[in-house]
């Protein structure tokens, strides 16, 4: 089945400082990724689809400031949480639309701890 | 909007006992349904999917049935086992860009 992988898993970074995470589709190409935020035991929170060349399409409530978002192939997009403060620690899991399929297929996951 | 409902957990059952878990939704169109998996400290994965009324999809011993006329998509099981606990999530997609809505998860604890 599809692959997706997300780096890194965990990071720890101090409050102010920006970090960037990736998302990448292994055996496919992607023209959507989704970028999910999930806090702990609880759904996880659509942030914003991420379509390869174009801008990305931020849910209400998300600040595209501060989540900056890149696609630019079809089997890479990041997500950088700029000047990070602890309110941001989550967990931040991406996801991969393959073609014509409806179905998503999710990265592992990435912890962020922000001090 | 949509919507996708789930029971609340966490269920918690003994090893070989019959699992369901109820999800209805709430949709305009005519979505696709899905069922995910989370493992502890692991992102979601894919356990089974239906696109069209009276579908069933059936994956590692669990499947559930897309009933349009209860809007329903209950996942189920006839025997669980320890490696069963997780959390699953039910899922609609149908809306634009092939967003998807998902329930707020039940968390599953199979004990031995």
């Known amino acids: 089945g599809a692959v997706v992988s997300q780096h890194p898993s965990w990071v720890i970074c101090k409050s102010g400082t920006s970090v960037k995470i990736e998302c990448r589709s292994l055996d496919f190409q992607a023209t959507t990724m989704f970028w999910y935020r999930q806090f702990p035991k609880q759904s996880l929170m659509l942030m914003a689809t991420?379509?390869?060349?174009?801008?990305?399409?931020?849910e209400q409530g998300v600040e595209k400031d501060k989540f900056l978002i890149n696609h630019a192939s079809l089997t890479l997009s990041t997500l950088t949480v700029t000047s990070a403060h602890p309110e941001d620690s989550s967990f931040y899991i991406c996801?991969?639309?393959?073609?014509?399929?409806?179905?998503?297929?999710f990265g592992p996951g990435t912890r962020l701890l922000v001090l | 909007g949509d919507s996708v409902t789930q029971m609340e957990g966490p269920v918690t059952l003994s090893e070989e006992a019959f699992l369901t878990i109820n999800c209805t939704y709430t949709?305009?169109?005519?979505?696709?349904l899905f069922w995910y998996v989370q493992y502890p400290g692991e992102g979601l994965q894919l356990l089974l999917k239906?696109?069209?009324?009276?579908d069933k999809g059936s994956n590692k011993g669990f499947e559930a049935t897309y009933r349009k006329e209860t809007t329903s998509f209950h996942l189920e099981k006839g025997s669980v086992q320890v490696s069963d606990s997780a959390v699953y999530f039910c899922?609609?997609?149908?809306?634009?860009?092939?967003?998807?809505?998902f329930g707020k998860g039940t968390r599953l604890l199979v004990k031995p």
């Open positions: 996801s991969a639309h393959q073609g014509e399929q409806e179905t998503q297929y």
């Open positions: 991420s379509n390869e060349g174009s801008k990305a399409t931020y």
């Open positions: 899922a609609l997609s149908g809306g634009q860009g092939f967003s998807f809505i």
């Open positions: 239906a696109t069209k009324a009276d």
């Open positions: 949709a305009t169109g005519y979505p696709s």
